[in-house]
């Protein structure tokens, strides 16, 4: 009707039928007043949280749909099984929604949730453990019984233990096989900067540890960390009150299967950043045979101490993450696939050899860790090492404006994206109010991203060049450098290794 409208109107003012002939940019006759929407206050987005009366803590965040993205966080992981055997997050993650008291079975439980559409799922990191259930609203006091149900009353039967076993022992074993070292590099370097404590102890369990865990082990674990206190209902798509209605019928007085004694042995000791080496010897020639193999890699990955998501430095660090970019050398796109990070520009543009050198921050609430994870043949590690070893020391130089500018606009582009998902909003709602108590939103994140500036990035490299380095080598390691090398080399001008003079080569 509206291409009919201006279609007749061209030709009526074209044909000097009485029609004035004004252009298309004023007003036709005729025709009402646009309204257009307003952005009427940020109150509608707000978070909204609420502390039950034993602790647990109820975060809310609307959003416009039919479904609605609803689970409890919990601060748990395997940075705090010092005092047990380490492994348990990966078993309990594994454990997760299988029969509880209500639920005779894992079927039964997706049987109730398919009734509303829903899906269910369970994530461990090192620091927090996350129960998620996608489903319509309608089903919201279903969702949070169920929920309930799956965190505090697992019935944890033997027969389902031992199939987590023998999952758990099939994961280890795809860990070494796979062709993308980076989960195992990501371990390694964990454990290489915080040296047997907290974020540094194993997030995967041992092989040797898979018989040691029963349900007495996991029993005395759930009752020192499964306690309200340490836990958020986060919901995202639903009304605040409607939550807090259901987290009171159904969270408040529940009992746990494992008692309800007071906690005894919580584990609250803070991340020291040791640095270190950890190397493994690894036949790499077979990772991938098939019509195209994978030409044979040695693995290195480079760390500095960083800071705490707490921190007022985050944000900076994450700017500089951001700006050191990089990826694999065969990774499609132009700009806006990070073609102009400094990774990519000074290293893989320059050194074809390289097959890749990505930049990583990892953060926690006490520490965290800004590493740069790189691939080349094993004949060429000592080359590769130095051309990292020298990026860290050029990040404590002066950084662009226009890189700078890049750096930050690619950063908030990535935050709002990110946040256009409802997984992903719950996510960080959860994490946000399990870490701090409260959320900061989308929009003051990016303020504090605009406000950036390139001193504050030669502060942050400048106080993180000073800690230690964490390393961890993967592959064929004739080549690969002393650790002590390595040190000198972050504690040059230039960054560059000191030089070896062998007789014979």
């Known amino acids: 009707w509206a291409r009919f409208g201006i279609a007749a109107y061209r030709k009526y003012s074209s044909s000097g039928s009485g029609y004035p002939n004004i252009s298309l940019s004023t007003p036709l006759p005729g025709i009402p007043k646009p309204v257009f929407a307003s952005v009427d206050g940020q109150e509608k987005y707000e978070t909204k949280i609420t502390t039950l009366e034993n602790g647990l803590k ?3 965040q609307n959003k416009f749909g039919q479904f609605c993205t609803v689970g409890i966080l919990i601060n748990s992981g395997s940075r705090h099984e010092a005092k047990y055997p380490s492994g348990i ?11 509880t ?15 509303h559409g829903g899906i269910c799922d369970c994530q461990t990191s090192r620091d927090t453990t996350m129960y998620a259930v996608s489903a319509e609203v309608k089903g919201l006091d279903t969702v949070v019984s169920l929920l309930s149900d799956a965190v505090l009353q697992p019935r944890l039967l033997d027969e389902e233990i031992e199939m987590t076993k023998m999952a758990v022992r099939f994961e280890l074993e795809d860990l070494n096989m796979r062709p993308d070292p980076e989960p195992l590099l990501t371990e390694m370097i964990h454990a290489a900067a915080y040296r047997g404590n907290t974020v540094g102890l194993p997030r995967f369990c041992p092989a040797d540890n898979v018989d040691k865990l029963d349900k007495t082990v996991l029993h005395s674990y759930l009752r020192n960390y499964y306690r309200p206190e340490r836990m958020v209902l986060a919901g995202v798509g639903i009304e605040h009150e409607q939550l807090v209605d259901s987290a009171r019928k159904y969270l408040l007085d529940a009992k746990p299967v494992w008692g309800t004694s007071p906690a005894a042995n919580v584990d609250l000791s803070v991340a020291q950043y040791t640095g270190g080496i950890v190397k493994m010897e690894k036949d790499m020639s077979d990772v991938s045979l098939g019509p195209t193999p994978i030409p044979e890699l040695t693995h290195i990955m480079i760390g500095l101490e960083s800071c705490s998501f707490l921190e007022d430095d985050f944000i ?6 951001m700006m050191m970019g990089g ?9 806006g696939k990070g073609m102009f990070t400094r990774l990519y520009l000074n290293v893989l543009n320059r050194h074809h050899w390289m097959y890749n050198a990505t930049s990583y921050h990892h953060s926690y609430e006490d520490s965290g860790l800004l ?13 590769m090492v130095e051309i990292i070893t020298r990026e860290f020391i050029q990040m404590g130089g002066s950084a662009g404006e226009m890189e700078l500018e890049r750096a930050k606009t690619q950063l908030k582009s990535m935050l709002m994206m990110n946040l256009e998902s409802r997984p992903v909003i719950f996510e960080d709602v959860g994490r946000q109010v399990l870490s701090t108590g409260k959320r ?16 504050d990035i030669k502060k942050v490299t400048t106080k993180m060049l000073r800690s230690k380095p964490a390393v961890a080598a993967l592959g064929d390691l004739t ?11 972050l504690s040059s001008k230039d960054g560059r290794l000191p030089r070896i003079y062998r007789l014979f080569r």
């Open 327 to 335: 990826g694999g050398s065969f990774s499609a796109g132009g700009p």
């Open 371 to 383: 590493c740069i994870h790189a691939s080349a043949d094993p004949r060429q590690v000592r080359e």
């Open 58 to 60: 109820i975060a809310s």
């Open 440 to 455: 900061k939103l989308p929009h003051e994140l990016c303020h504090l991203i605009s406000n950036v500036t390139a001193s």
């Open 101 to 115: 008291a209500q639920y005779g079975s894992k079927d039964e439980i997706l049987l109730t949730l398919e009734k």
């Open 89 to 99: 997050a990966q078993f309990l993650e594994k454990l997760a929604f299988s029969s």
């Open 316 to 321: 900076p660090f994450a700017v500089l993450n």
């Open 479 to 489: 080549e690969l450098p002393s650790y002590e090398h390595i040190q000198a080399a």
